[in-house]
């Protein structure tokens, strides 16, 4: 039963990897290329998501789920709620994306529009709606499964779990690719409805009935639960965790940050039609992310999770080295070359720094998950937002759309830099053993717990 549990588990990110690839792919073109709608508010709009991990959503979630007990149950409560709102929410994007009748808005007349536009302010709820639910489910699946999985075994769940997520993806997409070659705006949101219910169905398969009823309080691990404010002051005070975070910020901010620009970059330096950069990008990159997501993932114990994230770092900073240079030599033999390069990195950099974030929680999954899940969402959420600005300040100082590229995929490579840097500091044991002293001095200080 326990190994068919950890399979379930392992399947909950399908569903996240179809609204997710739905919404960065398909809608995001459909807004700014059919709908005409500014580049700037539509990965403004994308970023929300990442902006309320930042305003404290995950260490909330992460919080209350490691304190609250809700009909016997820590995580699976708030795993349901996240699922919920984000599926519904989901539903109702391309419909009310086709309500919002501004086009080619700048960034200076961007408050006026939202003022007087009251479908984009409808879109704006939506999208916080969406935000909420993914911060708040993926905190608490994350927190469940570095309850359930034990530290010999988290690596290779997380890696089958990012892996299908991707795999889901790159299948879900090209799909979709497929079903709107006629396209029209009923068929996009027949799109977000089927895939919701499709993503409701995985989610739910996965984690109903893993969390055992009142497991807690027949363990005894129920004693001194931190509140919000707590865990704050544990959070700044503790200095081998805020260095952790800043790790995960640089390194999360290399892998993500060419996620939404790929697309516009072969269209606009290369002259891609959408055929080409749909067929091209999304299935070489994410196609060796999946490769070597899995294969790392299963021999993170013998290369050790640092020396995993090192090497991915390294091949990320050549690859997109590579990207760059094939923008400036016009060459597609080239540029493959590079994406494949990057995807490798990528994918082992990604399974190295989430299985750390998983062990990195010294009995206090909620509370450090929530942590490392903020520093990620910030790191996204600069990544996303800043891309178009900057594509849009880069190209308005010197008229070309190379150079605003390669500001982007160079800010990137930085990332990965000053992440390679930081791993020598960063120890699991001096971690843990600052992170007993640290909370017995917030519990003290505050006359115990709750």
């Known amino acids: 039963m326990r190994q068919f549990n950890l399979v379930r588990l392992a399947c909950f990110q399908m569903g996240f990897g179809i609204m997710l690839g739905f919404l960065h792919v398909t809608l995001n073109r459909v807004m700014t290329s059919d709908l005409g709608i500014s580049s700037t508010i539509v990965f403004g709009l994308i970023s929300l998501k990442e902006l309320l991990a930042v305003l404290g959503v995950k260490v909330w979630a992460g919080n209350m789920s490691d304190k609250s007990h809700l009909f016997g149950y820590k995580r699976s409560p708030y795993i349901l709620l996240g699922l919920l709102s ?205 490769i070597f997501m899995l294969l790392v993932g299963f021999l993170l114990n013998r290369i050790g999770k640092k020396r995993g994230a090192l090497i991915g770092n390294l091949l990320g900073m050549t690859g997109f080295t590579i990207v760059i240079f094939s923008g400036f030599m016009l060459d597609e033999t080239v540029l493959r070359a590079g994406l494949v390069i990057a995807g490798i990195g990528l994918g082992s950099a990604s399974i190295s720094n989430l299985t750390m974030m998983m062990t990195m929680t010294a009995g206090r999954s909620g509370v450090y998950i929530g ?5 990620q969402s910030l790191a996204i959420f600069l990544a996303h937002s800043g891309a178009g600005v900057i594509r849009d300040m880069v190209l308005f100082f010197t008229g070309n759309y190379m150079w605003a590229y390669t500001f982007i995929f160079g800010i990137e490579i930085t990332a990965f830099m000053i992440s390679s840097l930081l791993l020598p500091f960063i120890s699991q044991q001096e971690f843990e053993e600052e992170s007993k002293v640290k909370i017995d001095e917030v519990l003290a200080a505050s006359g115990g717990g709750d």
Do not use: H
Request: charged share 15%; aromatic share 14%; proline share 3%.
């Open 371 to 375: 942590l490392w899940g903020t520093a």
């Open 86 to 290: 984000c599926v519904f929410s989901f539903m109702f994007m391309p419909a009310v994306a086709y309500e919002v009748t501004i086009a080619g808005v700048e960034l200076s007349e961007l408050l006026p529009v939202i003022i007087k536009d009251v479908a984009l302010f409808k879109l704006v709820i939506i999208f916080i709606v969406f935000g909420f639910g993914l911060q708040v489910a993926t905190t608490a699946y994350y927190s469940l499964l570095a309850d359930y999985v034990g530290d010999k075994l988290i690596g290779k769940v997380t890696s089958a779990s990012w892996t299908l997520m991707v795999l889901t993806t790159i299948v879900f997409v090209y799909n979709v690719g497929s079903y709107l070659e006629q396209y029209s705006p009923e068929r996009l949101g027949n799109v977000a409805f089927v895939g919701g219910l499709i993503a409701l169905g995985i989610g739910l398969f996965a984690f109903l009935g893993v969390e055992e009823r009142n497991a807690s309080a027949k363990q005894g691990k129920g004693e001194n639960a931190l509140t919000f404010s707590q865990s704050v002051k544990l959070l700044a005070s503790s200095p081998k965790a805020l260095v952790f975070a800043l790790y995960i910020f640089a390194s999360i901010y290399g892998i993500f940050a060419y996620e939404i620009v790929m697309e516009p970059f072969g269209a606009e330096v290369f002259g891609m039609p959408v055929a080409v950069t749909n067929k091209l990008f999304e299935p070489t990159i994410k196609g060796m992310m999946l």
